[in-house]
């Protein structure tokens, strides 16, 4: 589950909308520089985390660098 997510572990990519957005974003506040290099991290997809974060109505903030 969400819990067991820690650093440097593969992931398959959520399929829940809310748990998706909560992973990437803790992700990226645990020290991903980026969306793109938790992709390659975790070998996804990237158009497909930005194609599903757009579906569910979040945007990339790189100031942030966060989804919201």
Known sequence: G?????R???MDMPNDAAMLLSLVNMKLR???PS???L???QDWDCE?????????GD???EEKN???
């Open 66 to 68: 966060r989804f919201e």
């Open 2 to 6: 969400l819990l067991s997510a820690r």
């Open 30 to 32: 645990d020290g991903c």
């Open 35 to 37: 969306p793109e290099e």
């Open 48 to 56: 497909e985390l930005y194609r599903r974060m757009g579906g569910a």
């Open 39 to 41: 992709c390659c991290e």
């Open 8 to 10: 440097g572990e593969i």
């Open 59 to 61: 945007i990339y903030n």
